[in-house]
Antibody, heavy 115, light 107 residues
Framework: EVQLVETGGGLVQPGKSLKLTCATS????????MDWVRQSPEKQLEWVAQ??????????YYAESVKGRFTISRDDSKSSVYLQMNSLKEEDTAIYYC??????WGQGVMVTVSS | DIQMTQSPASLSASLGETVSIECLAS??????LAWYQQKSGKSPQLLIY???RLQDGVPSRFSGSGSGTRYSLKISGMQPEDEADYFC?????????FGGGTKLELK
């Protein structure tokens, strides 16, 4: 059974950092392209970032709204993908989901950026 | 970025009614389009990929069509369990982008 479990969310002040983890199981993670998608309190979905597999040189892609502030990474030995979020803004407040091929999603983790 | 304009923003349908939701891309996306359903408090679920391919396990009353810049999702016979939010997403060009969503309610 495919499982994706996000952790690391919470309340953080503007300008601070947070790192999300998505632990996976049930599929060959090392071959998987992984994405982070977020959903604002207004329910709008926004694709955030993607990391490809080793055969694609672990290429990464980002939404313009997070480029330069967020970094996606992976550890194939742990079947996990990460999202390092720096210089957080109030507009980064959202539920963050990790997803594999759009067909499998985690339960999401809430990130609230507020002073 | 490719803009995805989804319409309508909300609609209400009766049991058994056929419903259509549309997405208009700001440029051609070569059928690299997916449709998602999201029920209240749940993660999105993939319904359609490659514009018209039904994901395994999704009821056949759901169908997708379109080409170029215009795509649509059709529900042939509204059921109570179809009450949800629906989103389109293009994966033709980075950054991938979502439509604004459609809230579908049972009348």
């Amino acid at each position: 059974e495919v499982q994706l479990v996000e952790t690391g969310g919470g309340l953080v002040q503007p300008g601070k950092s947070l790192k999300l983890t998505c632990a996976t199981s049930g599929f060959t993670f090392s071959n998987a392209w992984m994405d982070w998608v977020r959903q604002s309190p207004e329910k709008q979905l926004e694709w955030v970032a993607q990391i490809k597999d080793k055969s694609n040189n672990y290429a990464t892609y980002y939404a313009e709204s997070v480029k330069g502030r967020f970094t996606i990474s992976r550890d194939d030995s742990k079947s996990s993908v990460y999202l390092q979020m720096n210089s957080l803004k109030e507009e980064d407040t959202a539920i963050y989901y990790c997803t594999w091929i759009g067909d499998y999603w985690g339960q999401g983790v809430m990130v609230t950026v507020s002073s | 970025d490719i803009q995805m304009t989804q319409s309508p923003a909300s609609l209400s349908a009766s049991l058994g009614e056929t419903v259509s939701i549309e997405c208009l891309a700001s440029e051609g996306i070569s059928n690299d389009l997916a449709w998602y359903q999201q029920k209240s408090g749940k993660s999105p679920q993939l319904l359609i990929y490659a514009a018209s391919r039904l994901q395994d396990g999704v009821p056949s009353r759901f169908s997708g069509s379109g080409s170029g810049t215009r795509y649509s999702l059709k529900i042939s016979g509204m059921q109570p369990e179809d009450e949800a939010d629906y989103f389109c997403q293009q994966s033709y060009k980075y950054p991938w982008t979502f439509g604004g969503g459609t809230k579908l309610e049972l009348k």
